[in-house]
């Protein structure tokens, strides 16, 4: 790894109908330092290139631990076994602000998170009674409400810790 790179591990608990599943991410990171173009700009805005950073996370690896009753956990892992990719991208960049405030800094955040799971046909009919379109949706919300509740602290955190660097 260079000087800029690093590799995190993060633990996270996911709740799904009738299963806790325990998440471990491995997660490349990346500081990347623009350099100053030196052009002027019109002087009416601040959006000149400061040579602020830009940080990138990319998943290298995602292991997945459910716990619950023993044929949901047995279910669970019949499923997963089909996961096709799980891929996610995260760039956070600081640029000035614009307008009035050119001795601030804004962070723009860019996210991209993809599961792509197929399912036979048998693995569907095994299951009676079970509305998949409905346990997508919950699938969906629980991964999104888990986002929400672990990156907005993250966010501040890292605003934070810039704000006393700098």
Known sequence: LGSNESIIRIK????M???KILTIN???AKLLLEQS?????DGASCNLDTGLPE????LLESELIPEGAPPL??????LIRFRDTTSSFTRVRANNASGVHCDKVKFTTE??????IQIPRKGIKALPGVDVAKFERQGSKSIQKLLEKELEPALNEFRDAYARYY
């Open 111 to 116: 996210a991209r998170l993809e599961t792509r």
């Open 26 to 28: 491995t997660i490349g």
């Open 12 to 15: 996270t608990n996911l709740s």
């Open 17 to 19: 109908p009738g299963l």
């Open 55 to 58: 940080y990138q996370f990319t």
């Open 73 to 78: 956990v047995w279910l669970f892992n019949k």
């Open 37 to 41: 173009s030196g052009e002027e700009g």
